[in-house]
């Protein structure tokens, strides 16, 4: 009877167990659910920040904030809204006073900023079309005291026709480029964490997620996803729209399975180091996902092989030798 009774006591504070465990795992879920919804809430707000230090200039052709320089291009100062003094001084100083604001949204969900202000410029057309806004991260390769060839970032340029910079959700994605391509990301990737941010926090419309496992392949048989190099150069091809579509439906899924501090974790562990400084090109996959990993606590090379990326399982020790080996070609 004693035995019974031990094992009867035994077996409750295990169910006890059980349910407090449940019970913080749904605790800390809505947690996390309150918090993005608070995001997204807070989103509708950004037309009313507070107006913080932001300058114009006399001729209203440069306006100038904590975190942005604003210009007019040509073509646009020939525009009936902004071909006087009053009308460019007037709208360039609403657009950074909401930019910052703005800034400080991205800032709160990655937990990190670039260094560099950002230049913004603004268009009538650009590059042919007002359908198209892009970031550009400038950077250079420069040789160290101690030998080492290092990257680094000289300014980040935004251009936007007014068509697209009118478009809220469309000035969240490209402010992301600005803050994340500073390490110099594989292109899917980037553009599905700017995607992300687009949709899940700026209430965009333009992109939804897919079912994952329904991938396009190449001829090799690899994800078409991996290989997209951005639609700019190339342009858009019939592919492009599943591109977004997938590479955000990526990036969600690993927030959801890893929760809110994924993202904000995985940038810190790259920011540590700053071994992406020192590679010799953009960033591949297989050196992206050593960091996604190191986020999640978990290997995640087997998940992207499930989804036909080629991807090799890289050790720290491998990279720092690739790092060196990408260094003495470039002294050459």
Same mark, same amino acid.
């Given at each position: 009877m004693l035995i019974f009774r031990v094992l009867i006591g035994t077996w409750l504070i295990f169910l006890m167990s059980c349910n407090s465990l449940? !019970? /913080?795992?749904?605790a800390n879920l809505k947690r996390q659910q309150d918090a993005h919804a608070r995001m997204k809430d807070q989103y509708v707000t950004l037309e009313k920040p507070s107006d913080t230090n932001v300058n114009v200039s006399g001729d209203g052709l440069k306006i100038d904030s904590t975190h942005y320089s604003l210009s007019?291009? !040509?073509?646009l100062q020939q525009h009936t809204e902004y071909d006087t003094v009053s009308e460019r001084q007037q709208s360039g100083h609403g657009y950074l006073v909401f930019m910052e604001?703005?800034?400080?949204?991205?800032?709160q969900i990655f937990g990190f900023e670039p260094e560099h202000k950002i230049h913004v410029i603004l268009h009538e057309i650009y590059r042919g079309t007002k359908l198209m806004a892009t970031t550009t991260v400038h950077s250079q390769n420069r040789l160290q005291s101690n030998g080492e060839v290092v990257k680094i970032i000289r300014g980040i340029e935004m251009n936007f026709p007014m068509n697209m910079f009118a478009q809220l959700p469309v000035r969240a994605h !490209? /402010?992301?480029?600005?803050?994340?391509?500073i390490y110099l990301l594989p292109a899917w990737f980037a553009e599905g964490i700017a995607v992300w941010v687009e949709v899940e926090y700026a209430k965009g419309r333009d992109h939804r997620k897919v079912e994952i496992n329904k991938m396009k392949l190449t001829l090799d048989g690899l994800n078409a996803a991996q290989e997209w190099g951005g639609d700019l150069d190339a342009g858009a091809d019939a592919l492009t729209e599943w591109r977004y579509n997938y590479c955000y439906t990526i990036v969600a899924e690993l927030k959801e399975r890893f929760g809110e501090d994924f993202y904000p974790k995985f940038f810190n562990l790259m920011e540590a180091d700053k071994l992406y400084q020192r590679l010799p090109g953009q960033m591949t996959t297989s050196f992206l996902v050593y960091y996604l990993s190191q986020a999640a606590g978990e290997d995640l090379v087997p998940y992207f092989e499930s989804l036909k990326f080629k991807i090799k399982r890289l050790s720290k020790d491998e990279i720092l030798d690739a790092v060196k080996s990408a260094n003495k070609t470039l002294r050459r």
């Amino acid at each position: 009877m004693l035995i019974f009774r031990v094992l009867i006591g035994t077996w409750l504070i295990f169910l006890m167990s059980c349910n407090s465990l449940q !019970e /913080l795992q749904k605790a800390n879920l809505k947690r996390q659910q309150d918090a993005h919804a608070r995001m997204k809430d807070q989103y509708v707000t950004l037309e009313k920040p507070s107006d913080t230090n932001v300058n114009v200039s006399g001729d209203g052709l440069k306006i100038d904030s904590t975190h942005y320089s604003l210009s007019f291009s !040509e073509d646009l100062q020939q525009h009936t809204e902004y071909d006087t003094v009053s009308e460019r001084q007037q709208s360039g100083h609403g657009y950074l006073v909401f930019m910052e604001s703005l800034y400080q949204f991205i800032y709160q969900i990655f937990g990190f900023e670039p260094e560099h202000k950002i230049h913004v410029i603004l268009h009538e057309i650009y590059r042919g079309t007002k359908l198209m806004a892009t970031t550009t991260v400038h950077s250079q390769n420069r040789l160290q005291s101690n030998g080492e060839v290092v990257k680094i970032i000289r300014g980040i340029e935004m251009n936007f026709p007014m068509n697209m910079f009118a478009q809220l959700p469309v000035r969240a994605h !490209e /402010l992301t480029h600005a803050f994340t391509q500073i390490y110099l990301l594989p292109a899917w990737f980037a553009e599905g964490i700017a995607v992300w941010v687009e949709v899940e926090y700026a209430k965009g419309r333009d992109h939804r997620k897919v079912e994952i496992n329904k991938m396009k392949l190449t001829l090799d048989g690899l994800n078409a996803a991996q290989e997209w190099g951005g639609d700019l150069d190339a342009g858009a091809d019939a592919l492009t729209e599943w591109r977004y579509n997938y590479c955000y439906t990526i990036v969600a899924e690993l927030k959801e399975r890893f929760g809110e501090d994924f993202y904000p974790k995985f940038f810190n562990l790259m920011e540590a180091d700053k071994l992406y400084q020192r590679l010799p090109g953009q960033m591949t996959t297989s050196f992206l996902v050593y960091y996604l990993s190191q986020a999640a606590g978990e290997d995640l090379v087997p998940y992207f092989e499930s989804l036909k990326f080629k991807i090799k399982r890289l050790s720290k020790d491998e990279i720092l030798d690739a790092v060196k080996s990408a260094n003495k070609t470039l002294r050459r």
